[in-house]
């Protein structure tokens, strides 16, 4: 009995307010997960109103290729280095922007 099939899809995958248009070459596989977690991945698919495969494949993808920008890379050293002039005020948007200078 053959398990693995191969086939090429194409969706688009919105999680987390980004959205890939992908054509993958995909392959099943089976994972072993914790029962809880399984329940909860279920959960959050339903609630999102999508299929647990297309929920998790979209995780999987978040996780893999999403890498922050140019921008972001250099704030994130930026803090990492203390470089900051300062607290930063995180009770609203712009009290944030403001004490950030922008």
Known sequence: MRFVDDYKISYIC???DI????TLEKKAHVFRLPAYLLDKLKELAKKDRRSLNNYVECLLLDAVYHEPNEET??????AKEGKLSGPIDTSSVEAMLKSMDL
């Open 14 to 16: 919105n999680l987390n």
């Open 19 to 22: 959205t890939m248009d992908i």
């Open 73 to 78: 890379v250099k704030a994130m050293n930026e």
